[in-house]
């Protein structure tokens, strides 16, 4: 059996400003307009990040736009978001979090089937000169894989 994957939102920011070291996948408790209006896209990621309160993980600043018809069923576009996950993934994490000084952030939004789920990422900071590092790194494949193009044509 296959599932469909629809990738709505990532988080490109989190990847500029984290190493991350693990990835997982969480439901998030969402209302109907919400949904739909996920569905048109209307979700930021940019600034979000997760907190563990009393044993359940949230969502924070995670920005989904009201949605055009929904009048007086929409919800604050700002408002925490529970998310689902087991309870020893919720502990792990925990641990983590307090040991590591780790950031939950999450890193895309997507439609799994006909649910809406969030692939978490376990971070870790970049300083400045790791993004130089890796601004490098980039440049450098670029400029290899150009010479390997004109190479070939030739």
Known sequence: MQENFKTIATNKKAFHDYFVLEKLEAGIALC??????????????????????EGEVYVKQMHISPYDKGNIFNRDPMRVRKLLLHKREILRLFGQLKEQGLSLIPLSLYLKGSRVKVQLGLCRGKKLYDKRAVAAEQSANREIQRALKLRNQA
């Open 32 to 53: 109907g307009t919400e949904v739909k209006s996920i569905r048109q896209g209307g979700v930021n990621l940019k600034d979000a990040w997760c907190s563990i309160e």
